[in-house]
């Protein structure tokens, strides 16, 4: 299958940078996405495809790296292709390359389907393992973003937010790209001025729900690792947790 990954060329938009005009982590994994979202298009394989089987696709597991952000102007272009099965999940990896064809970023994932009635795990159907011929060989793939995040213990930043619509996805629950965002809200403005990240490690435990209130709680392990996650504040329940790398800029 000729078209079985996708690439796609992105220009930086001013209002995709930070003070620095560098695009932001949430920027630069959106467009991650929006590739991801035309390859499923492409392969008849999106949440739209699904509806009739009255399943969707639901993020589990991601590992993000960072070699440098793209500043403002610049052109970059996403690869993104799925990676692989076990018996119940899928696997997509991400790379991100610059003009000059030099890495910048890459991700993996892991999903899930989700049955939309009763918002539990569904298994995988026979249409889609067959697509599992056209996977990339796995030495080409990235490592698996697996392994999990240790407990946040020692609260020493929180800050508090609102599921409200503009924050929902085509599912209907909270988007995992504002999963990203509100954990690396929490963090002091004087820290986001003087670090840079290298990468991101994040597990997402449970949906999130229209008007659901959330905490984004988080803390240094080290002076290069920060631990967070956030928490459903109504019914204490965890939504995700993830270990964030940085260095000084």
Same mark, same amino acid.
């Given at each position: 299958?000729?078209?079985?990954?996708?690439?796609?060329?992105?220009?930086?938009?001013?209002?995709?940078?930070?003070?620095?005009?560098?695009?932001?982590?949430?920027?630069?994994?959106?467009?991650?996405?929006?590739?991801?979202?035309? !390859?499923?298009?492409?392969?008849?394989?999106?949440?739209?495809?699904?509806?009739?089987?009255?399943?969707?696709?639901?993020?589990?597991?991601?590992?993000?790296?960072?070699?440098?952000?793209?500043?403002? @102007?610049?052109?970059?272009?996403?690869?993104?292709?799925?990676? @692989?099965? +076990?018996?119940?999940?899928?696997?997509?990896?991400?790379?991100?390359?610059?003009? !000059? %064809?030099?890495?910048?970023? =890459?991700?993996?994932?892991?999903?899930?389907?989700?049955?939309?009635? !009763?918002?539990?795990?569904?298994?995988? &159907?026979?249409?889609?393992?067959?697509?599992?011929?056209?996977?990339? =060989?796995?030495?080409?793939?990235?490592?698996? &973003?697996? @392994?999990?995040?240790?407990?946040?213990?020692?609260?020493?930043?929180?800050?508090?937010?609102?599921?409200?619509?503009?924050?929902?996805?085509? +599912?209907?629950?909270?988007? +995992?790209?504002?999963?990203?965002?509100?954990?690396?809200?929490?963090?002091?403005?004087?820290?986001?001025?003087? %670090?840079?990240?290298?990468?991101?490690?994040?597990?997402?435990?449970?949906?999130?729900?229209?008007?659901?209130?959330?905490?984004?709680?988080?803390?240094?392990?080290?002076?290069?690792?920060?631990?967070?996650?956030?928490? %459903?504040?109504?019914?204490?329940?965890?939504?995700?947790?993830?270990?964030?790398?940085?260095?000084?800029?």
């Amino acid at each position: 299958m000729e078209t079985f990954y996708h690439e796609q060329d992105f220009q930086i938009r001013t209002y995709e940078i930070d003070k620095a005009k560098r695009a932001t982590v949430v920027a630069l994994t959106r467009l991650m996405h929006e590739a991801a979202m035309q !390859n499923v298009i492409k392969l008849k394989l999106s949440v739209w495809d699904l509806e009739p089987y009255k399943v969707s696709w639901v993020l589990m597991r991601k590992k993000l790296w960072i070699d440098r952000l793209p500043m403002l @102007g610049e052109h970059i272009r996403v690869h993104t292709t799925p990676a @692989g099965f +076990n018996r119940s999940f899928t696997y997509r990896d991400y790379f991100v390359y610059d003009s !000059n %064809n030099q890495r910048i970023a =890459a991700a993996s994932s892991t999903w899930l389907l989700m049955d939309t009635e !009763n918002r539990k795990m569904a298994p995988l &159907p026979a249409f889609v393992k067959e697509f599992e011929q056209f996977m990339p =060989a796995p030495e080409d793939c990235l490592p698996r &973003p697996e @392994g999990k995040v240790p407990t946040l213990e020692d609260i020493k930043w929180t800050v508090p937010f609102r599921v409200d619509w503009h924050d929902l996805d085509f +599912n209907q629950h909270l988007s +995992n790209l504002n999963y990203l965002q509100w954990m690396l809200e929490v963090m002091p403005k004087d820290f986001l001025e003087s %670090n840079t990240p290298l990468s991101m490690q994040l597990e997402y435990k449970s949906e999130s729900m229209y008007h659901d209130r959330i905490i984004s709680e988080a803390a240094p392990i080290d002076s290069t690792h920060i631990l967070h996650r956030l928490r %459903n504040e109504d019914n204490d329940q965890i939504l995700a947790t993830a270990i964030s790398e940085w260095k000084t800029t």
